[in-house]
């Protein structure tokens, strides 16, 4: 009777499990973005500011020696979409040099909120960062809510399709056919200001990007991920853990397979130099026109930022 017992509670427990799985991977971004809320959408918190002036500048300064120029291209006291190319995983050498030279060279007084997958806001640490730096999740009705208040928002269309292109596109800007950012600057009627960055995908070279990935490491599936990548920074570890972890080999291939799916494999361990140009604001009738073209508008926003990434360098 035990041993029944037993075996019904362990069936019992796996169903759990496996319902809960299931629920997790069919959740919607809508599904990840509810209930979120942001105090001040586009501010930067004054501890944030004080870190990137005392330590986050003086790092990337050395190194990425980044530069951001055409900040006058960005209009004052209104609302507008800031769209840029994404890189290297996640993003993250190219997002410290904004954040510093955003706070240096435009100020913390003029507010800008960046587009985050809802995801983040469900994991702490990064729930608690994404707030400080006035984060909003990416979706229409936080776009809305911001523009509303005036805020401009800085958004990467490309996602988890552009960030993991293999590293020798680095320079071609290709947002997977994605138009929402479109739909977001013509119902608004708020202008699209260019933005290219040059350099950030040698900071952490990608060789692979597939969906099979992201279902076999399954950890990128759970957070809402429907793609993932092969990194340098990956490639170094895995090896590092089979060839020099000091455990037998089938904890070696767990502790690699946990590696590879980890977000850790996007580190930035190349010190390359980043360059970032803002362009001239395409207005919302003039990129849309009588008709509203999509496919059109979407060559159009691609080739502008494509041509600053090229020039930034």
């Known amino acids: 009777m035990t041993l029944i017992n037993d075996d019904n509670r362990l069936k019992a427990a796996v ?134 208040k005036g805020v401009p928002i800085l958004i990467f269309p490309g996602g988890d399709y552009e960030t993991l292109r293999p590293v020798w596109q680095a320079n071609r800007v290709d947002f997977g056919g994605r138009t929402g950012f479109l739909n977001i600057a013509r119902s608004s009627g708020v202008p699209i200001i260019p933005l290219g960055i040059q350099g950030a995908h040698y900071t952490c070279p990608i060789f692979l990007r597939s969906e099979w990935l992201a279902w076999m490491l399954l950890a990128p599936r759970l957070i809402g991920l429907k793609r993932w990548g092969i990194s340098l920074t990956g490639i170094l570890g895995a090896s590092a853990i089979l060839l020099l972890a000091p455990l037998g080999i089938e904890w070696r291939l767990l502790l690699t397979w946990l590696w590879l799916g ?36 979407l060559r159009r926003v691609e080739r502008e930022v494509e041509t600053l990434v090229r020039y930034a360098g």
Not at 18 to 39: F, H, N, Y
Not at 88 to 106: D, K, N, P, S, W
């Open 15 to 148: 169903s759990l499990l496996r319902d809960q799985l299931m629920v997790r991977l069919s959740r919607t971004t809508k599904d990840w973005a509810r209930g979120i809320e942001v105090d001040n959408p586009g501010m930067f918190s004054p501890g944030v500011v004080r870190i990137a002036n005392i330590l986050l500048w003086p790092l990337v300064r050395l190194l990425f020696r980044p530069r951001l120029r055409g900040v006058e291209n960005l209009p004052r006291g209104e609302p507008f979409l800031l769209v840029a190319n994404h890189s290297a995983g996640a993003g993250i050498a190219e997002i410290m040099c904004f954040i510093a030279l955003y706070l240096r060279q435009v100020g913390a007084d003029r507010p800008l909120a960046g587009f985050a997958l809802p995801q983040g806001f469900s994991v702490f640490p990064l729930s608690k960062l994404l707030k400080s730096i006035g984060a909003i999740p990416s979706t229409y009705d936080a776009a809305g809510k911001a523009f509303e």
């Open 262 to 297: 980890s977000p850790l494999v996007f580190l930035p361990i190349i010190p390359w130099r980043i360059r970032m140009q803002v362009g001239e604001p395409i207005a919302a009738q003039d990129l849309f026109g009588a008709e509203a073209d999509m496919k059109q508008a």
